[in-house]
T-cell receptor
């Protein structure tokens, strides 16, 4: 079946350093979504990417969707302690399909 | 305030008992979902419903049951047949039933089997 993988599983950074998490799918995706879950909280939607090669920015966060629509990345510039949490990518084979979540990347920021 | 309400937040259960987790939404969303979260495994889909009185199995439906008698409610029953029920359960909804969009999550229910 369809699998969505993420690396790294854990990342510890010093405050102010950059952070990147990578998401890879075993199949071509229609859309990819990103969510953030703070410790003890629930996932919160960040963004959805639909087009091949698409790049979107939200302040210090940059999201990319690969040309082949099988991978994606989330890059955070100059991390802050408020960035702490687990970042999940979630892929859809078609727009009408169920959402398949990756295992997440847990980010720790050392002040 | 619009949102998704899950209850209870914490639940303890003895082996062999069924337990029902509540999920209510006032967002007027068509689609509702139940996910299970275990450490290091992301979110796995248990059941989902795109319309009232209809629902489909997700990837790990065995040992679980659901109902969708009302648009705003999607309760999940964890039965005694579920081999390893201790987990964090998340309910979610999305606006449209025929095109997957942003998922809105409740705050979750943490089930511990003693």
């Amino acid at each position: 079946g369809q699998q969505v993988m993420q690396i790294p599983q854990y990342q510890h950074v010093q405050e102010g350093e950059d952070f990147t998490t990578y998401c890879n799918s075993s199949t071509t995706l229609s859309n990819i979504q990103w969510y953030k879950q703070r410790p003890g909280g629930h996932p919160v939607f960040l963004i959805q990417l639909v087009k091949s090669g698409e790049v979107k920015k939200q302040k210090r966060l940059t999201f990319q969707f690969g040309e082949a629509k099988k991978n994606s990345s989330l890059h955070i510039t100059a991390t802050q302690t408020t960035d702490v949490g687990t970042y999940f990518c979630a892929g859809l084979k078609t727009s009408y399909d169920k959402v398949i979540f990756g295992p997440g990347t847990s980010l720790s920021v050392i002040p | 305030d619009g949102g998704i309400t899950q209850s209870p937040k914490y639940l303890f259960r003895k082996e062999g008992q069924n337990v029902t987790l509540s999920c209510e939404q006032n967002l007027n969303h068509d689609a509702m979902y139940w996910y299970r979260q275990d450490p290091g495994q992301g979110l796995r889909l248990i059941y989902y419903s795109q319309i009232v009185n209809d629902f489909q199995k997700g990837d790990i439906a065995e040992g679980y049951s659901v109902s969708r008698e009302k648009k705003e409610s999607f309760p999940l029953t964890v039965t005694s047949a579920q081999k390893n029920p201790t987990a964090f359960y998340l309910c979610a909804s999305s606006i449209v039933a025929d095109r997957t969009g942003e998922l809105f999550f409740g705050e979750g229910s943490r089930l511990t089997v003693l």
